[in-house]
């Protein structure tokens, strides 16, 4: 193989679960595109990086100076997440939230702190007209222990904070579910 | 989403097997990239586009005249597969043969004929000192059509030609192979 297409396999290996043999797949179908689709591929990774920063209200990924969101929506919940990913993922539900980026969370042996994380921008946004503030982190021992700290800090406020539910996940199999969450799903069972 | 990563999300969805899902992480990845990072990956797709183009002799991609493999290896087995990236494959095995390569396969219904193909190339190469032709396109109609194509004309000319045999994986499981694959293995069945 050409020490170019190495290197180009090297750098698709770079990207989150890709392996030898998907970056092969990936390079390989660079080299197949036309110069037009390869320029326009280029050109996008080009605008993305010049153009995206941070949304200077909720810390989401952004063209301008304030969101997409932010800019339209009218709402007094506040979903707190850890990475602009996680707005995508959360967008795809019906729940119509304004959002908070962390852009982390909290991870001591990382030297994360809080003052590593947007917990101050946080804060100085509950001074507005907030009813309610959702703790999205990952249901893990960083995302929860990130939520517990910001929990604390908000409920003194008089400010309703809540925690997304954790469970068995829909439409799969109790059979299959692992211990943790088998466990966390009985002991937080709904009554009917 | 800003459009921007809306696009760039797009355009990682053309590569092969990436999904809505997928693209959306290794979007991420790319605005998560360091400026240096995100230049150098830059770099290694126009490097590709511009310098990789095809061996004289083989086929296979290069970045000079003459590819890696033709410029330095001596054997008088030429292995003939459908891609570039099949040699890869090829590659990971123990044999070192010299290669051909079609630029596809046999398909009518894609307007790809004989002469589309590299076989004209392959026919010229047997003049040499060539001991064995290895059939090495995949074990499906088509490439199994185009082996049978190129095996009429070069059987004349006194070359042995051998094909990939065909039958269950390593490490697979006879309870999950498929009847195709199993018919084949016994009617290929090896005495012991």
Known sequence: MTSSIKKLINKFRKLPGVGQKTAERYAFAVISMSDIEAEEFLNVIREVKDNVKFCIVCGNFTDVEVCDICSVRQSDIITVVAYPKDIAAIEKTHLRTAYH??????????????????IKELLERLYGDVSEVILATNPDVEGEATAMYIAKLIKPQGIKVTRLAQGISMGSDIEYADEATLSRALETRVVL
Not at 103 to 114: E, M, N, Q
């Open 101 to 118: 980026v962390l852009h982390g969370v909290l991870s001591p042996l990382d030297g994360k702190g809080p003052d590593n994380l947007r």
